[in-house]
């Protein structure tokens, strides 16, 4: 974390400054000693620097046998500029590599926003007539490589992966010397950086500087496989493969696959080379969902007649994400099947790591909390994660919505201005992502944009995404809440809606998603980073369970009554003040019991509720009701109450541009009174639930025939279904006239009110409603 301390003692900044100055003088170098956070998860306390650090293959979609960690203890100092020549001799401070510079794990804790890194390394004797290359998961931002003080070259983007081949930079023997200059702007620079900041607040947080995945040595030949590409196609039973090779003479060689289910070779074919190769996978196919996320695993050999140049090991999935016209709705389907899509925002930060994960152990431990609680689907939320977390949703069986970091993230721009978009960046690393995670069944969609986070060109950048990936979705922003979007050609149209969700009206052809919602803080004493500021805020587990609870319900009626197609619940875990997450920012506790929200989750998934219109509202059908602005005496919500001299108009009433308002009476007073009688039906009654539908901005209280039926706080984006107080049901009159009566108040921004009675359809009533997605009116 970022000190807060301006007052630092001037001695502790002298051998820094002094360092810079004259960097020629060697000083006796600082060890490494694990740092503090506010909070630390068990790994993270657990984590000793003698250990392994990240010890894991760190491409498991392309391994290759021979390989060399480099994790582990480094150099470290501050650099004077972006510039700075590569300095002589030992750094001044060590660090525990692949944690960022600001970390605690990282032993520095501090922010600079220029670093030199440095170690020594030696390649391993069998590794003779190989290349070597030297690969880094990331840096953030801007690097220099030197390997026995000449530069490799240099790289830019903090989340994609890079590679040098060394060979030639190499000693006869011995040692070799590894050094990195990094410079990060942050904030003073509009390249891709998420949600980090040097000003860490409301929904920003502590910013990543310098080394933050693995870095490793590989052996490789002179001719090999450079990378791939792989497309299942479950239609047609073949995976599609495109190889990347290196080398000479690469035409005239064949490619060797063998195909395994569970360590059981099941297919095995060679091919001559051609940029594109069909191989048949035996059927019946077992296909990859969250229910069942099996994956083949396959060897790939280049050979030469019978002599192997190279060889891989990786692995795919059998399934395919597609759109499709359902009961009058395109829905997200997996295997060409409708499957909604329920998963929290992943903003993949920790409290100890930062953007680094303190161990695999900590990204498996993430997900399977995240499928224990129901989900089947991440939104990974404007960060590009390490490939093992990837790999880890493949394992586990993990949709993934892959957003691309936003450029120019929120900044209050009456103290810092926004710094100019820097399009090419991101343009460059928005293929880079593409295809560095592109063979990863997890992945089923491409978010571009976040709300209005630096954007630029939609149109252009969905082109330019279905050209690099056309077998995916495509959404071309979440959260701008403009159905002119839908004109970019985007496969989604995505809304976001606070605390409550909503459902985005009907658009053309794309999906209906709702890519954030909720927010609801509940602060577990003992695990908050700092008190912030959620969407709103709830005092017990219980409360927070039944807020979630309600706003499930809404989800289930937006998608069987309106053809929702999926939801993201703002959010997993804490992230330092904001304190909105279903586990702690430490991943000590689930605010709750795990089995409440895996009911309620699960419920979504899978359940529909029908409900058809006793007393229509105003998305239906315009209503006529009885209606005044100044307040009328306490009888007004009787049955027998005298309304004549009210004013009639059409329902809803408010203000235009309030979301998801039907304004047919504008309404733009502190208060209004609303009347009207209806008829209910004498089987009305009968319905297994008889449920009040509102959409309220802001408080509102709701009578039926002089008893209060429902009291609503604050506002919603779009109608939501509500019980009826058992006392109020009571009351009803059926094969009789009732009287409905509301009240709303409003305070500031838009404002709306209308309301309406619905039944839920049971199973045999359900089979004979239309396949449209209106509801079926039954009266007016």
């Not at 019980?723 to 059926?734: C, E």
Request: charged content about 25%.
């Amino acid at each position: 974390m970022i000190s807060k301390n301006k007052s630092k003692n001037k001695w502790t900044l002298f051998p820094m400054c002094f360092a810079m100055l004259f960097p020629h003088i060697l000083f006796a170098q600082t060890p490494y000693e694990k740092k503090t956070a506010t909070l630390m998860t068990t790994w993270g306390e657990n984590l000793r620097a003698t250990d392994p650090v990240l010890p894991e293959y760190p491409r498991p979609q392309m391994m290759r046998e021979k390989w060399l960690n480099l994790n582990g203890i480094w150099q470290f100092q501050p650099a004077a500029s972006a510039t700075e020549a590569l300095p002589a001799g030992n750094l001044s401070r060590e660090i525990l590599v692949p944690f960022p510079v600001e970390s605690a794990l990282s032993g520095i804790m501090e922010h600079h926003e220029n670093v030199w890194y440095r170690r020594s390394f030696t390649v391993p004797a069998d590794w003779a007539g190989q290349q070597t290359l030297l690969h880094f998961g990331a840096v953030d931002y801007a690097c220099e490589i030197f390997v026995n003080g000449k530069s490799l070259g240099t790289h830019e983007g903090g989340y994609d992966p890079f590679s040098f081949d060394i060979t030639d930079k190499l000693t006869a023997s011995g040692k070799q010397d590894l050094a990195v200059r990094v410079s990060d702007p942050t904030d003073a620079k509009g390249y891709p950086r998420g949600k980090q900041t040097l000003y860490p607040g409301g929904i920003m947080y502590t910013s990543t500087t310098g080394i933050w995945q693995t870095v490793w040595l590989e052996a490789v030949p002179p001719t090999r496989i450079d990378a791939f590409r792989m497309i299942p196609d479950i239609d047609c039973a073949v995976l599609k493969f495109y190889p990347t090779t290196g080398g000479q003479n690469i035409r005239s060689l064949k490619f060797r696959f063998q195909i395994y289910d569970n360590g059981l070779e099941i297919a095995r074919t060679t091919q001559s080379y051609r940029s594109e190769m069909i191989l048949n996978v035996p059927q019946p196919l077992k296909l990859w969902s969250p229910d069942s996320p099996f994956l083949y695993d396959m060897k790939v050999f280049l050979i030469n007649g019978t002599e192997v140049i190279d060889s891989v090991s990786t692995y795919f999935g059998m399934r395919k994400i597609s759109s499709k016209l359902v009961k009058g709705q395109y829905r997200m389907c997996l295997n060409n099947e409708p499957l909604f899509q329920m998963g929290p925002l992943d903003q993949g930060f920790w409290p100890d790591g930062i953007y680094t994960a303190p161990a695999d152990e900590a990204l498996r431990f993430d997900i399977e909390k995240t499928k224990a609680l129901g989900f089947n689907m991440i939104r990974k939320h404007i960060k590009v994660e390490p490939q093992r977390w990837y790999y880890w949703c493949d394992k586990l069986g993990m949709l993934v919505w892959q957003d691309m970091p936003s450029m120019n993230s929120y900044i209050d721009t009456g103290k810092r201005p926004m710094p100019p978009r820097e399009d090419a960046a991101f343009e460059r690393e928005l293929e880079a992502m593409i295809k560095t995670h592109w063979n990863s069944p997890a992945i089923v969609s491409w978010v571009i944009f976040n709300e209005f986070q630096g954007l630029h060109g939609e149109p252009k950048r969905v082109g330019q995404v279905k050209k690099w990936d056309d077998s995916r979705l495509v959404n071309v922003n979440s959260g701008v809440n403009d159905t002119r979007y839908g004109n970019t050609g985007t496969d989604i149209l995505d809304y976001h809606s606070y605390p409550p969700p909503v459902c985005p009206p009907t658009a053309g052809s794309q999906i209906r998603v709702c890519g954030e919602y909720g927010g609801i803080g509940y602060f577990e004493k003992g695990h908050i980073w700092s008190e912030g500021n959620p969407y709103e805020t709830v005092d017990s587990r219980a409360k927070l369970l039944d807020k979630y609870t309600l706003y499930g319900e809404m989800l289930i009626y937006y998608k069987s009554n309106k053809g929702l197609s999926a939801a993201v619940y703002t959010e997993i875990t804490d992230v330092e003040m904001e304190l909105n997450g279903l586990m702690t920012y430490d991943r000590k506790m689930i605010k709750g019991n795990r089995e409440d929200f895996f009911a309620v989750n699960q419920r979504i998934i899978n359940e529909e509720q029908y409900y058809t219109g006793v007393v229509p509202t105003a998305d239906e059908r315009a209503q006529t009701w009885k209606y005044t602005t100044s307040q009328p005496d306490d009888a007004w919500i009787s049955s027998s109450f005298d309304d004549s001299e009210w004013t009639t108009g059409l329902g809803g009433f408010g203000t235009e541009k309030t979301p998801e308002a039907v304004i047919k009476t504008t309404w733009n007073t502190e208060n209004i009174w609303l009347r009207r009688t209806f008829y209910l039906p004498a089987n009305a009654l009968e319905s297994e639930k008889l449920m009040l539908k509102v959409h309220h901005d802001e408080d509102c209280r709701i009578y039926i025939n002089g008893i209060n039926a429902l009291n609503l706080t604050g506002y919603t984006g779009d109608y939501a279904l509500h019980d009826i107080s058992p006392d109020a049901r009571a009351a009803l009159v059926p094969d009789g006239e009732n009287t409905l009566a509301v009240y709303c108040r409003q305070t500031r921004g838009g404002q709306y009110i209308d309301a309406g009675i619905y039944k839920k359809e049971t199973n045999k009533q359900v089979s004979k409603l239309t396949n449209n997605s209106k509801f079926k009116i039954q009266n007016d």
